[in-house]
C-alpha cells in the first residue's frame, strides 16, 4: 500500500464503485474497461500493470468485474477497503435484481409480460450459445481440450451426471497434467 | 420456505466451484434450483437468466433472483452474499500475497485446463435449457435472429433482451 493511497476514505471507495455498479451497463468487459479508466487513468489508484494482474486473477476466480473490484478496494485500502470496493459494486445491480424479482414473482401472471418474456426466453438461449462458442474458441485448442468440452457436454446431457461433478472431475484431471509436466520438465 | 441457513450453504458451495467467467453458473443454478429442488420452474429459471442480464452487475446475479424466488427478499440478500464470499475471500488473499503469488503456475494452469469442460458444460446449458423450453416457429426465428446479432454486432445484451422483450409483447 502506498503512504498517499491511505487517504482515500473508504466512502469514496464505496461511491466509486457503486457508480461502476451503477452506470457500467454492457456487463463484464465493457465494466473492466470502464473501472480501468476511473481507477488507473481518472483517481491513479492503481498502476496498469497492476491492473492488469488483477484482472488475470479476477478472471480465473468466476465474476471478474466483482474481483477487480475487491482486488483495486485491497491495494487502496487493504481488507476494509476490498470489502467496501465489493459491495459497492455489488449493491446497485442486487437493489435492481430484487425490485425485478419481486415485480416478477408479483405479476407473473400478468398477460402482457408473459408475452414480453416469451420473447426474450429465444433470445437468453442464444446468449448461452454465443457465449459457449467464444469461449470455445478461445479455450479449446488441441485434440485434447476438445475431447474435453464434448466429454463435459455428454456427460451432462446424455448421461445426465451433475454439473458440479463434472467441473470437479475436470479439475481433478487438469492438475494431474499439470504436475505431471512439472515433473517431466 | 427454505430455511436462510439452508440458502447460505447451498449458495457459499456454488459460490466456491464456480470458475471461468462465471458461466458455469448456468448449468449449477438450473441443476440445483429446478431439477434438485424444484423452487423454480425452467421458465421461471430462464426469465431470471433474462432479468439479471438487465443489470451491470455480472450474471451471478441470478443467485439474487433464485434467491429471492426461494425466501423473498432476505432470501435474495443471503444467496448474494453468500455465492460471492468465496471468491472475494480470495481476492482479499491474493492480493495480499500478490507479490509471492506469481510463480505459483500450477494454479493458473490447472484452472486454465479445465476450461474447456467449462465450454462443454454451458454448451450442454444451452443444449438443455433449448430442447425443453422452446417451442414453435417462431421461438426459433427469435433464437436465430438474437443469435446472428449477440455474435456478430457489438450490441450490448441488455439492449438485445429488451429488445426481445418488446417483440415478444408485439407478437404474442
Redesign the interface.
Same mark, same amino acid.
Given at each position: 500500500m502506498n503512504g498517499n493511497l491511505s487517504k482515500v476514505s473508504l466512502a469514496e471507495l464505496f461511491f466509486t464503485f457503486a457508480k461502476i455498479g451503477l452506470t457500467g451497463f454492457g456487463g463484464g468487459m465493457a465494466i473492466v474497461a470502464l473501472t480501468e479508466r476511473i481507477c488507473v487513468k481518472e483517481k491513479g489508484w492503481i498502476s496498469s500493470e497492476e491492473f492488469m494482474h488483477g484482472l488475470a486473477f479476477g478472471q480465473i476466480l468466476g465474476p471478474f468485474s466483482l474481483n477487480v473490484s475487491t482486488f483495486i478496494g485491497h491495494h487502496v485500502r487493504g481488507i476494509a477497503g476490498g470489502i467496501v470496493a465489493a459491495i459497492g459494486f455489488i449493491l446497485p445491480s442486487f437493489l435492481l435484481v430484487s425490485l425485478f424479482s419481486w415485480l416478477y414473482f408479483t405479476f407473473h401472471k400478468l398477460p402482457q409480460l408473459q408475452a414480453a418474456l416469451k420473447g426474450t426466453n429465444p433470445v437468453v438461449i442464444a446468449l448461452i450459445v454465443v457465449v459457449a462458442i467464444d469461449m470455445g474458441r478461445k479455450q479449446i485448442k488441441g485434440i485434447s481440450s476438445m475431447i474435453m468440452a464434448l466429454a463435459a457436454f455428454c456427460a451432462t446431457v446424455f448421461f445426465k451426471f451433475n454439473a458440479a461433478w463434472v467441473l470437479l472431475a475436470a479439475a481433478a484431471w487438469s492438475l494431474g497434467i499439470s504436475i505431471y509436466r512439472r515433473e517431466s520438465n | 420456505m427454505p430455511a436462510l441457513l439452508t440458502l447460505a450453504w447451498i449458495y457459499f458451495r456454488i459460490?466456491l #466451484?464456480?470458475?471461468?467467467?462465471?458461466?458455469?453458473l448456468?448449468?449449477?443454478l438450473?441443476?440445483i434450483m429446478v431439477d434438485q429442488y424444484h423452487w423454480l420452474s425452467l421458465?421461471e429459471f430462464? /426469465?431470471? !437468466?433474462? #432479468?439479471?442480464?438487465?443489470?451491470?452487475?455480472? @450474471?451471478?446475479?441470478l443467485a439474487?433472483?433464485t434467491g429471492?424466488?426461494a425466501g423473498g427478499?432476505w432470501g435474495? @440478500?443471503v444467496a448474494?452474499v453468500f455465492i460471492?464470499i468465496p471468491?472475494?475471500v480470495?481476492?482479499?488473499i491474493?492480493?495480499?500475497n500478490?507479490h509471492r @503469488?506469481?510463480n505459483i /503456475?500450477?494454479i493458473?494452469?490447472?484452472? /486454465?485446463?479445465? !476450461?474447456? &469442460?467449462?465450454?462443454?458444460?454451458?454448451?450442454? &446449458? &444451452?443444449?438443455? +435449457?433449448?430442447a425443453t423450453?422452446?417451442s414453435g416457429f417462431k421461438?426459433?426465428i427469435?433464437?436465430?435472429?438474437?443469435?446472428v446479432i +449477440?455474435?456478430w454486432t457489438k450490441l450490448?445484451?441488455?439492449v438485445?433482451?429488451l429488445g426481445?422483450?418488446?417483440?415478444? @409483447?408485439l #407478437?404474442?
Open positions: - | 459460490g #466451484i464456480f470458475v471461468g467467467g462465471g458461466y458455469v448456468i448449468p449449477l438450473n441443476h421458465r430462464l /426469465d431470471g !437468466l433474462a #432479468i439479471s442480464q438487465l443489470t451491470p452487475g455480472p @450474471l451471478a446475479m439474487t433472483f429471492f424466488r427478499f435474495g @440478500l448474494t460471492f471468491c472475494c480470495l481476492m482479499l491474493i492480493g495480499r500478490y @503469488l506469481k /503456475d500450477i493458473r494452469h490447472t484452472l /486454465d485446463g479445465l !476450461l474447456p &469442460a467449462v465450454v462443454g458444460l454451458v454448451a450442454a &446449458a &444451452a443444449w438443455n +435449457l433449448g423450453s422452446l421461438e426459433f427469435l433464437l436465430a435472429a438474437g443469435f +449477440l455474435k450490448s445484451p441488455m438485445v433482451i426481445a422483450g418488446g417483440i415478444g @409483447l #407478437i404474442n
